[in-house]
Nanobody
Framework: QVQLVESGGGLVQPGGSLRLSCAAS????????MDWYRQAPGKQRELVAR???????VYTDSVKGRFTISRDNAKNTVYLQMNSLKPEDTAVYFC??????????????WGQGTQVTDSS
């Protein structure tokens, strides 16, 4: 029933911007933590940004000052504003969430990913 769907990826030039969205749908009672991960070919998946239910945020060092994570609890959606993009930002970006479905314990879900490609 629960699905996470990412959108907003694409091709950009170095220094460009993109805004990723991840919408959670289904019989959701509440969402705890929402994350953005990324994985480049041949590299480990890494946490890019995290936002808690209280709005606290954490970023990996390489994106600090360039990326901003935010959430809209009413829409069960998390965003990642990506500015000043660099070639090393090229990766598949995945949404991840810890959430409660109605009448169920906490569960973790992954989206299917959206490709971000930055190159000249």
């Amino acid at each position: 029933q629960v699905q996470l769907v990412e959108s907003g990826g694409g091709l950009v030039q170095p220094g460009g911007s993109l805004r990723l969205s991840c919408a959670a749908s289904g019989n959701i009672f509440s969402i705890n933590i929402m994350d953005w991960y990324r994985q480049a070919p041949g590299k480990q998946r890494e946490l890019v940004a995290r936002i808690t239910s209280s709005g606290n945020t954490v970023y990996t060092d390489s994106v600090k000052g360039r990326f901003t994570i935010s959430r809209d609890n009413a829409k069960n959606t998390v965003y990642l504003q990506m500015n000043s993009l660099k070639p090393e930002d090229t990766a598949v970006y995945f949404c991840n969430a810890d959430l409660w479905e109605l009448g169920s314990p906490l569960k973790n879900y992954w989206g299917q990913g959206t490709q971000v490609t930055d190159s000249s």
